[in-house]
């Protein structure tokens, strides 16, 4: 079966504008998980959803926000971008919200 | 509080020779431990996981070894191979949701 698709796969963007990533789960996984990975703080948790439902936040600015869709796909949404918002994005899915969760091969977003 | 952390940012290992990869948490509410394997350009993949009411696991050349008195997990790669070059993370799961923190990562070198 299909694995985690992430969307798109890279991004440039300008300080000040907003992004929307993509992340379309395995089919029937209804946990997405998303991640911000650096080389300097490594990976870390930005928030999870389970059934349409926000049930765990990391300890990131409200200019990151997330959703989840009836079909699972979820989107996270940064907006007013800051140049250390660079970095890959990652999405996990899992069947229940525990156990192992499969990543995407993430977003590479640039802040310029 | 919630954090995983790697002892090592890297380790090389001779071809052949048994990886074994340390890991310190500091949650004794932690309980359940995932190591992931993460190869350039990809997202971290999934190699194998323990419960807190084991202290041992193995799979296919791969064992986790869990010592919660010292809080101390261990990841052994038996007869390394050059597939094995990567990024590998231990990371830790609290409480039935999808949460997952992450350690910094050791990077492993395989000499040929």
């Known amino acids: 079966k299909a694995g985690v698709t992430q969307t798109p796969r890279y991004l440039i963007k300008t300080r000040g504008q907003q992004v929307t990533l993509s992340c379309s789960p395995i089919?029937?996984?209804?946990?997405v998980s998303w991640y911000q990975q650096t080389p300097g703080q490594g990976l870390q948790f930005l928030f999870e959803?389970?059934?349409?439902?926000?049930?765990n936040k990391g300890n990131f600015p409200g200019r990151f926000s997330g959703r989840q869709f009836s079909n699972s796909r979820s989107e996270m949404n940064v907006s007013t971008l800051e140049l250390g918002d660079s970095a890959l994005y990652l999405c996990?899915?899992?069947?229940?919200?525990?156990?192992?969760?499969?990543f995407g091969q993430g977003t590479r977003l640039t802040v310029v | 509080g919630e954090s995983v952390g790697l002892h090592l940012p890297t380790l090389s290992v001779q071809e052949g020779d048994n990886s074994i990869i340390n890991c310190a948490y500091s949650?004794?509410?932690?309980?359940?431990f995932i190591w992931y394997k993460q190869e350039s350009g990809k997202g971290p993949q999934f190699i194998i996981d323990?419960?807190?009411?084991?202290d041992k696991r193995q799979g296919q050349r791969v064992t986790v070894l869990l010592n919660k008195t010292v809080k101390h997990l261990s990841l052994q790669i038996a007869a390394t191979q050059p597939g094995d070059s990567a990024v590998y993370f231990c990371a830790e799961n609290i409480g039935g949701d999808d949460k997952i923190i992450f350690g910094k990562g050791t990077r492993l070198h395989i000499l040929p």
């Open positions: 323990i419960r807190s009411n084991m």
């Open positions: 949650n004794s509410a932690s309980d359940y």
């Open positions: 996990a899915s899992s069947l229940k919200g525990r156990g192992e969760a499969f």
């Open positions: 089919s029937g996984h209804r946990s």
């Open positions: 959803y389970f059934s349409e439902t926000q049930r």
